[in-house]
C-alpha cells in the first residue's frame, strides 16, 4: 500500500524538499555569512536531500529530476559533482559561490554558463575576471578580498549591470 504523500503533485513535493534543503553554509565562515549571504545569494544546500532520497524510489525520482533543487555550485565542488548539478538543473538559473582554494573553474564556468548564472560570490579579489566574459544574467554578485593578496581593480570590470540589483563587496582594500 503506497503512502498518502506520494500521491502529492510532483510539484508540490518539490516545494517541500526546497524546504528540507539548508541554505548553504560554508562551516569555515563568520556568522554574518552564515545568517544573510546564503539567503542573498539563493544558496542552497542540496545534501540535505540526501536522506529523502533514500526514503523510496518517487522520491529519489523527484528530486533528481527537479532542476530547481540543484542550481548552488560552490567552489569545495570536484568537477564531477559540479558536472552532475549542471546535468540536474536542466538549464534552471545558477547560484555560484566560490572560496579560496576552490576547486570551481568560476572562469570556464562564466564562459560555458554564463548567461544561466544569476548570482556570483566570489570569496577572493582574482576571480573578478569572469566577469570580464560575455554577457551576463548577474543580479546579485559579492566579492570578498578578505583572504586575497592580489589587487582589485577599479573600477570593477563589470561587463553590464542592468541587471545587477544586488552588489555586495566585503573587506575591500
Not at 545568517?35 to 542552497?44: D, I, S
Not at 582574482?126 to 566577469?131: I, P, T, V
Request: charged letters at 20%; a neutral charge.
Amino acid at each position: 500500500m503506497s503512502s498518502c504523500i506520494n500521491h502529492l503533485p510532483v510539484e508540490l513535493l518539490t516545494d517541500i524538499f526546497a524546504h528540507v534543503s539548508s541554505p548553504f553554509v560554508d562551516r569555515r565562515s563568520n556568522a554574518e555569512r552564515e545568517v544573510v549571504w546564503p539567503t542573498l545569494f539563493g544558496l542552497k544546500d542540496a545534501t540535505a536531500l540526501i536522506p529523502l532520497m533514500h526514503v523510496c524510489r518517487h522520491w529519489r525520482a523527484v528530486a533528481l529530476q527537479s532542476s530547481s533543487l540543484w542550481t548552488t555550485l560552490h567552489g569545495r565542488m570536484h568537477t564531477l559533482e559540479a558536472d552532475e548539478y549542471l546535468a540536474r538543473s536542466q538549464g534552471t538559473a545558477l547560484h555560484v559561490v566560490n572560496f579560496p582554494h576552490g576547486r570551481l573553474d568560476i572562469e570556464h564556468l562564466c564562459q560555458m554558463f554564463g548567461s544561466r548564472i544569476r548570482s556570483l560570490f566570489c570569496d577572493r579579489s582574482y576571480d573578478h575576471r569572469c566577469l570580464e566574459l560575455g554577457d551576463t544574467n548577474i543580479d546579485t554578485f559579492g566579492l570578498s578580498s578578505a583572504y586575497s593578496l592580489y589587487p582589485l581593480p577599479s573600477p570593477l570590470p563589470l561587463k553590464s549591470t542592468t541587471r545587477l540589483k544586488v552588489l555586495v563587496l566585503n573587506h575591500i582594500r
